[in-house]
């Protein structure tokens, strides 16, 4: 048997294989790494949504009494982040729940819809009466119009010292653009039957006719059922200011000293000073996986630029 000494050619090729083998073993512990982490992400997602199930919810609500907090925040409109639907199908669960004691309402809007805010406040009225439960109202930054329409309809209203509550008022804005297409050289073409159908057009002249019809029975009326609707519930509380359903605004203190408002309290005090109990659980509506994901790479952007703004800013004031 002879002994033959390699060639150069062979141990190339040795060397290929070799970094071949390398190289497949380097993509392997690569693509084990990433198989795991996505493991492990799904993992924490599920473990999550285990958290927020009503599994864990269950589990908490049988051991003691506790306040069902409902949380409503945005514009009141019929498909906004506040509308009749989502918002009673969580009070609702909230006032059904069978250890909750009584129902926090944290509201934060700056108003809206007219009809959604009536519609929600005769609603929790109509769940008042059905499960003999009291709700509190909890404003965080501003409770406002729409907003306050639907506070009303609490036995409590609570506030921080400098939250906006009020605008106990109806408004419809518009604008006027006669005189500018007048003056570019266009010239408005309205077609309609029925003489008041382009009434809020507003290419056409003001119609004093029309203007009176909306004040009195669109504005006026309007307004008037907002304050049937707070007089109603709140009573002898509201003081006899004249500017009270004038649509304006005030922070807490000025707020309570006009009845708007019962006292200065968070979320955590009326839970346990008020209803008496420690644990409150939060109801609100569940953010889908993407909104979750969306939410998150959001404020991880918002820290990444702060930091850099920060270190910059730190930067700067050194030179």
């Given at each position: 048997?002879?002994n033959k000494t ?10 290929i ?51 069902a ?24 669960n ?7 004691k009584?129902?926090?309402l ?14 929600i ?12 439960k ?22 409590g ?54 203007i ?16 049937d ?55 609100e ?29 730190a ?5």
């Amino acid at each position: 048997m002879s002994n033959k000494t390699p060639s150069s050619s062979d141990q190339q090729l040795a060397d290929i294989a070799k970094e071949f083998v390398k190289q497949n073993k380097s993509r392997s512990r690569w693509r084990r790494f990433f198989i795991l982490l996505f493991i492990a992400y799904f993992g924490f997602m599920s473990y999550l949504s285990v958290e927020d199930s009503d599994l864990l919810e269950d589990a908490i609500k049988k051991e003691s009494p506790f306040a069902a907090e409902v949380v409503l925040s945005g514009v009141i409109q019929t498909s906004g982040e506040i509308n009749t639907d989502d918002a009673m199908e969580l009070l609702e669960n909230a006032f059904k729940a069978e250890n909750s004691k009584a129902v926090i309402l944290r509201l934060n809007s700056p108003g809206g819809s007219p009809v959604q805010s009536s519609q929600i406040y005769k609603g929790i009225l109509r769940l008042k009466q059905q499960y003999d439960k009291n709700i509190y109202v909890v404003v965080d930054d501003i409770c406002a119009s729409g907003c306050y329409y639907i506070a009303a309809s609490a036995d409590g209203i609570y506030a921080d010292k400098s939250s906006i509550i009020g605008s106990i008022g109806v408004v419809m804005s518009g604008f006027g653009a006669v005189d500018a297409i007048e003056k570019i050289g266009i010239e408005r073409r309205l077609y309609t039957a029925g003489e008041h159908k382009g009434l809020l057009d507003p290419f056409t002249q003001e119609n004093q006719v029309v203007i009176k019809h909306i004040q009195e029975n669109i504005l006026d009326k309007s307004h008037n059922n907002f304050i049937d609707a707070i007089k109603f519930t709140r009573g002898k509380k509201l003081s006899t200011d004249k500017d009270l359903f004038t649509g304006l605004i005030w922070l807490g203190e000025d707020a309570q000293d006009l009845g708007l408002i019962d006292g200065i309290a968070d979320a955590s005090y009326v839970a346990s000073e008020i209803i008496g109990v420690d644990t409150r659980i939060i109801y609100e509506k569940e953010k889908t996986l993407l909104e979750q994901l969306t939410e998150a790479s959001a404020k991880g952007v918002a820290l990444v630029i702060g930091d850099k703004l920060i270190s910059q800013s730190a930067v700067g004031s050194l030179q």
